[in-house]
């Protein structure tokens, strides 16, 4: 049988993968950009490997995943943190013992750490919203001082909406860490691939079955014969987009949240103190990257990115984070059904297929799996 991936991104890249290695079967990849490795592209510009859609760092608990990936690059052993600027004051997120010391006086920074190690587990995470829940006068004071300066104004931000128009699932994502550790992940295995993401994905995809066509879209006729190919058992197609513009939009567009990155080159050794700095209270923008930290590269000059999140405007902009609420997913869901009702042999996955926010190994395992099943 022969395979249309649609979408050159980390998904269709494993998933072409896998398949010419499994299966031995042929492969067709098309990517509507001019580049492979999706959101994850990443180029070099005066010696910096730069990320084009902001920073992604590389976290999994997952051994299989971590396999996988490794037998086509090497990692370095960044580990990632976060700077917030609150207040004027730079401390780390998520909110942890060692934030309470930066950002308050240490008579009230020791009365908060003893009060919390009596009332929660060391090393345990409390989402936001649970930790919102104090009876305590002085953790109260905490759980709102957290809130107010880190987390709701920079989701408002983010999303473009008040918080309480979103899913819990986003304040899920947000916690309150009762340990030393300061790192934004705690996976075992953690890095940047050391050439950096588009080698990687070019290395996943570089098979004698896999045929990569870029700048082309799936659409018009090619879509509608691909489709039908598909109803005879002549064709398998993975299907990595989003699945409203799969179904010509049948039943609506599906909201996202878009991004603008303001990239600048900066003739000093660092702009700022860390990879990523966010500012939560302050400026339009949500954070600054600064690309040279992930891979220690030494340079005389720096390059930075600015990240506006914007609305989401069909052919205008890209698709970056699905609004995860119950109408959004009520639509997703219709979506799927039809689809699941109408098509065989069509299988949509990925953060857009899925219209589900995925962190990398999130998408290497679902490919994973996927394959597997076939």
Same mark, same amino acid.
């Given at each position: 049988m022969k395979n249309i991936v649609v979408g050159a991104g980390i998904s269709g890249a494993v998933v072409a993968n896998l398949l010419a290695e499994k299966l031995s079967e042929e492969i067709t990849v098309l990517e509507q950009r001019v580049h492979i490795a999706g959101n994850c592209f990443d180029y070099k510009e005066d010696g910096?490997?730069?990320?084009? &859609?902001?920073?992604?760092?590389?976290?999994?608990?997952?051994?299989?995943?971590? %396999?996988? +990936?490794?037998? =086509? /690059?090497?990692?370095?052993?960044?580990?990632?943190?976060?700077?917030?600027?609150?207040?004027?004051?730079?401390?780390?997120?998520?909110?942890?013992?060692?934030?309470? &010391?930066?950002?308050?006086?240490?008579?009230?920074?020791?009365?908060?750490?003893? %009060?919390? +190690?009596?009332? =929660? /587990?060391?090393?345990?995470?409390?989402?936001?919203?649970?930790?919102?829940?104090?009876?305590?006068?002085?953790?109260?004071?905490?759980?709102?001082?957290?809130?107010d300066k880190i987390f709701k104004d920079y989701t408002a931000k983010q999303w473009g909406v008040k918080v309480s128009e979103l899913s819990s699932k986003v304040s899920s994502r947000v916690p309150v860490n009762i340990s030393m550790d300061q790192r934004y992940f705690t996976d075992k295995y953690q890095g940047i691939p050391v050439n950096g993401y588009t080698e990687m994905i070019q290395r996943i995809l570089d098979h004698k079955l896999i045929s990569v066509k870029l700048n082309s879209c799936f659409s018009g006729d090619l879509k509608s014969e691909l489709l039908k190919d598909s109803q005879k058992g002549l064709v398998r197609i993975f299907y990595t987009g989003s699945i409203d513009e799969l179904l010509d939009y049948k039943y609506g567009v599906l909201p996202y949240r878009s991004l603008k990155f303001e990239f600048s080159k900066v003739n000093r050794d660092f702009y700022q103190e860390n990879s990523v700095?966010?500012?939560?209270?302050?400026?339009?923008?949500?954070?600054?990257?600064?690309?040279?930290?992930?891979?220690?590269?030494?340079?005389?000059?720096?390059?930075?990115?600015?990240?506006?999140?914007?609305?989401?405007?069909?052919?205008?902009?890209?698709?970056?984070?699905?609004?995860?609420?119950?109408?959004?997913?009520?639509?997703?869901?219709?979506?799927?059904?039809?689809?699941?009702?109408?098509?065989?042999?069509?299988?949509?996955?990925?953060?857009?297929?899925?219209?589900?926010?995925?962190?990398?190994?999130?998408?290497?395992?679902?490919?994973?799996?996927?394959?597997?099943?076939?």
């Open positions: 910096i490997t730069v990320q084009k &859609y902001g920073a992604h760092i590389f976290h999994t608990d997952n051994i299989e995943v971590w %396999k996988f +990936l490794r037998r =086509y /690059t090497d990692f370095n052993q960044y580990m990632h943190k976060v700077v917030a600027v609150i207040d004027g004051i730079h401390t780390t997120i998520p909110f942890s013992i060692p934030s309470i &010391y930066s950002t308050f006086p240490p008579s009230l920074a020791q009365k908060l750490e003893r %009060k919390l +190690l009596e009332k =929660y /587990t060391y090393g345990s995470k409390v989402p936001i919203s649970d930790f919102l829940q104090q009876d305590d006068e002085d953790l109260r004071f905490l759980a709102n001082f957290v809130y700095v966010n500012y939560p209270c302050n400026y339009d923008f949500t954070r600054i990257h600064e690309f040279k930290y992930f891979l220690s590269e030494q340079t005389p000059s720096t390059i930075i990115a600015k990240e506006y999140p914007i609305e989401y405007k069909l052919g205008e902009n890209e698709r970056y984070y699905p609004i995860d609420n119950h109408s959004n997913n009520s639509l997703y869901q219709r979506y799927k059904e039809h689809l699941q009702a109408t098509f065989t042999n069509v299988f949509v996955l990925g953060r857009l297929g899925d219209y589900h926010y995925y962190d990398m190994d999130d998408s290497v395992e679902k490919a994973l799996n996927l394959i597997h099943s076939i």
